[in-house]
């Protein structure tokens, strides 16, 4: 009786994990002269951002602009990272090369809902790219 339980607990659990990985998709980010295309990416928890075209450009999340308990990222210079994003919230990431230029961006999962952490901790370039995203969402 107890080993026909675990079977059925494990026979729902991998129909569970195949629905849930058909569900997840993989987004791209394409890195411009000295932007980041989209500057805002959408994408649901459990999706997956790869970045493509990054010769002479980095990724790499930038510190207290990331939802509480999420993984930091940071890629090396013409590497083509890819990283899946479970915890719900908006992530600033930047290009360390072009930071000054203004390379940075945001990937909202799920719901934003650390606006006030990002208002509380941005400090430089990232301002702008806050700004036009609570723009975005006011007009949602
Ligand atoms: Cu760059």
Request: aromatic content about 8%; hydrophobic content about 45%.
């Amino acid at each position: 009786m107890k080993i026909m339980k675990i079977a059925l607990i494990s026979a729902a659990l991998s129909v569970l994990l195949v629905s849930f990985n058909a569900a997840a998709e993989e987004h791209l980010v394409v890195s411009g002269a000295t932007n980041f295309i989209p500057m805002h990416l959408f994408i649901k928890p459990g999706d997956t951002v790869k970045w493509t075209n990054m010769t002479i450009h980095n990724s790499e999340s930038m510190e207290g602009l990331i939802p509480k308990g999420a993984e930091p990222w940071k890629s090396n210079i013409g590497q083509e990272l890819a990283v899946t994003l479970d915890v719900e919230g908006v992530y600033i990431y930047k290009c360390f090369p072009h930071f000054a230029n203004g390379m940075v961006a945001a990937i909202i999962v799920g719901e934003a809902n650390n606006m006030n952490q990002l208002d509380n901790n941005a400090k430089g370039r990232e301002k702008g790219v806050i700004f036009k995203l609570k723009k975005k969402l006011a007009a949602k």
